[in-house]
C-alpha cells in the first residue's frame, strides 16, 4: 500500500538513514540538490519548504518552480511546485513553492529505491546531522524562527 507525501515526509532520518528526496529545478541550465526528509515539509496550504545550503545553486537556478523525486515504498512521487522563491538565511537557504501537482511514477518491471545509509555505524558525526535536521524540520514549520546551522 502507498503512503500519502505528508507521511513519508514525516519520517525524518535515525542513526541507519533515510530516504534521499532530489530536488530539481526549472531554472536554465537547472540545478540539483539531494536531501532528506529532514529538508523538506509540507505546509496545511500546500506550500513546500525546502531547507538547503545557502551556496547550493538552486538557490541561484530555481526558475520559479522545482520539482522534488520522492521515494516511496515500490515507487517515486514526483511533486511539482509553481511560484518559487528561494531566500538565503545565514549558511542555510529556504526554497519553497506552491504545490501544483503529485503522481507517482513507475518503471514497471523495476522498483526505484533511494536512500542513503552512514559510512560507518556509530559514527560521532551522525548524531550532529540528526540534531541539524530535528531543527531544519522546525524551522521550515516556522521559519521567523532561528535558522538551522549545518553541521559541516
Do not use: K
Not at 526528509?37 to 526558475?63: A, E, H, I, N, P
Not at 538565503?88 to 529556504?94: I, M, P, R, T
Amino acid at each position: 500500500m502507498s503512503r500519502s507525501l505528508a507521511e513519508i515526509l514525516a519520517d525524518l532520518p535515525d542513526e541507519s538513514g533515510g530516504a534521499a528526496i532530489v530536488l530539481a529545478t526549472s531554472g536554465t541550465p537547472p540545478a540539483m540538490a539531494l536531501l532528506s526528509t529532514g529538508d523538506v515539509f509540507l505546509t496545511t496550504d500546500d506550500r513546500v519548504r525546502c531547507c538547503v545550503y545557502g551556496t547550493s545553486s538552486v538557490v541561484s537556478r530555481l526558475g520559479g518552480a522545482f520539482t522534488l523525486l520522492v521515494p516511496d515504498d515500490t515507487r517515486m512521487l514526483r511533486v511539482e511546485t509553481i511560484d518559487a522563491r528561494a531566500s538565503v538565511h545565514g549558511d542555510v537557504a529556504l526554497v519553497e513553492g506552491t504545490l501544483a501537482d503529485v503522481r507517482p511514477t513507475a518503471e514497471p518491471p523495476w522498483t526505484t529505491s533511494m536512500v542513503f545509509t552512514p559510512e560507518r555505524h556509530g559514527d560521532p558525526r551522525i548524531g550532529g546531522f540528526l540534531e541539524y535536521w530535528r531543527a531544519a524540520r522546525s524551522w521550515l514549520a516556522d521559519p521567523s524562527s532561528p535558522p538551522p546551522q549545518p553541521p559541516i
